[in-house]
């Protein structure tokens, strides 16, 4: 093991637990402790491949207040993994100022390729992939209507995230700004048993979408202007 402290941020399945990588699982079996979103969540897949490590939560409600701890651990020496309930750390999950702090720290991050899923949503979706705009989650209130508008000229491929049951209303708001008949692509259970894939406009969307199951993370993909 290593003197120095190091942060691995390390990918997890989106859905399909295979989907994990040979690395990741080594990594995952090295480190001092892993710092995760839900220890129930991450308890499932680390069973999955028999890694039995230290877990600590580290999410959106605590990170300020982990933030100490864990830069002391680092400084110490320690190997710590970070890792989310799914896709990359710090991509609209924990990390940033974790990864942030290190570097302002000396302390060193290796980040490990692996599942994300605005870049399978983006290529299947069939528009273009050379140049586009990953948004992430809207804002919640404050300056929403502003983002969308913004959105909407762009030229370039916009990728958001949603959660099933706003995404109705998320559809609603681009129609009543004049988008309805912009072309869009709707993608849900990525990599699940129930995966799918939906097209069309987003007024046909948000005709569809009424009658979705609220159930699982949703990628939008809006065609550049």
Request: hydrophobic share 40%; charged share 25%; glycine share 8%.
């Amino acid at each position: 093991m290593e003197s120095q402290g190091r942060l691995y941020l390390v990918p997890t399945p989106i859905g399909h637990l295979a989907d994990m990588t040979f690395r990741a699982v080594e990594v995952l079996q090295s480190v001092d402790t892993i710092l995760c979103e839900d220890t129930r969540t991450s308890g499932i897949l680390l069973k999955h491949y028999s890694i039995s490590k230290p877990l600590k939560a580290f999410h959106l409600a605590n990170e300020h207040r982990a933030l100490a701890s864990v830069m002391a651990q680092l400084q110490e020496g320690r190997q710590l993994a970070l890792i989310s309930d799914a896709g990359t750390p710090g991509i609209s999950d924990p990390g940033f100022l974790l990864v942030r702090a290190c570097v302002q720290s000396g302390i060193a991050v290796e980040c490990l390729p692996g599942a994300t899923a605005l870049i399978p949503a983006l290529v299947v979706s069939g528009f273009p992939s050379d140049r586009f705009v990953f948004e992430g989650f809207l804002p919640p209130k404050k300056g929403r209507e502003t983002r969308i508008k913004a959105l909407l000229e762009e030229e370039r491929t916009v990728i958001l995230y949603e959660s099933p049951h706003k995404i109705s209303k998320t559809l609603e708001q681009f129609v009543a700004l004049g988008a309805a008949e912009r072309l869009a692509c709707l993608c849900r259970e990525l990599s699940k048993k129930f995966e799918e894939v939906r097209r069309g406009t987003i007024a046909e969307l948000l005709q569809q979408a009424i009658t979705l199951p609220p159930k699982g993370e949703m990628v939008l993909l809006i065609h550049g202007k």
